[in-house]
């Protein structure tokens, strides 16, 4: 799924970095194994968007000692607890941890990993991620299955975009300026990849939650 606007590569001045195939597949195995047994403990679940209530197209879970969940009467917030088993959410993977600190340089860890659940038709609208108070600490992105592609845009809700295709075991950091930028996934390109057992796509967000 290469073509020409696969781009950027690589760092951009606004702190943006594409590790394009960053894990190898050994690794993203690996990961997907953490996933299932996360998932186990603490099921996919369909959250709704503030005041409208509209469904997710993705499912979520989480791990790690805060988690992100989205609901119709109490917005988007982190919690402690998965909201439908009420347990606290199990914790984050060592592998996760590792790819942090490689990645940031950080010696504090992140608090929340988001998991992603899209199946084939599941997409994700253009946003912020601004619910951390840990402002100035890069958001770390995976990406496990099938391609997606995803919209870069800027500061500014109307502001140019740029599309380009994440592959299996590439992440994301967005740090910088680009820490507050909108992104999103416009769709995925079912069976591009052999890494699960069908169509889909995984994405972990790791993210500093509480100023260090
Ligand atoms: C997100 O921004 O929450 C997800 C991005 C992705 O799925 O690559
Ligand atoms: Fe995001």
Redesign the pocket.
């Known amino acids: 799924m290469r073509g020409a606007d696969d781009e950027p590569d690589g760092a951009t001045a606004a702190g943006f970095r594409l590790l394009d195939g960053y894990l190898a597949r050994p690794a993203q195995a690996a990961l997907v194994a953490d996933v299932r047994a996360v998932v186990a403990a603490a099921p996919l679940y369909r959250p709704a968007m503030p005041r409208t209530g509209k469904p997710f197209s993705v499912r979520m879970t989480n791990c790690g000692p805060l988690g992100w969940v989205a609901d119709k009467v109490g917005g988007y917030r982190y919690q402690e607890t998965h909201p439908v088993t009420g347990k606290p959410w199990p914790a984050m993977p060592a592998a996760l941890l590792d790819i942090w600190h490689a990645v940031t340089g950080a010696a504090f860890p992140p608090e929340a990993c ?1 998991v ?1 659940w899209y199946e084939a038709d599941a997409r ?1 609208g253009l ?1 912020r ?1 601004q619910d951390e108070a840990a402002t100035g600490v890069p958001v770390v ?1 995976i ?1 496990l299955g099938d391609d ?1 592609r ?1 919209r870069l845009g800027g500061p500014a809700r109307k502001g140019p975009t740029r599309s380009f295709v ?1 592959h299996s075991g590439d992440v ?1 950091v967005l740090g910088g300026e680009s820490r507050h930028f909108h ?3 416009d769709r995925l390109y079912p069976g591009t990849s052999t890494l699960l057992d069908g169509p889909g796509r995984v ?1 972990l ?1 790791l993210r500093r939650v509480t100023v260090p």
């Open positions: 988001l992603n994700m946003h991620d992105s990406s997606a995803f994440l994301v992104h999103g996934v994405n967000t």
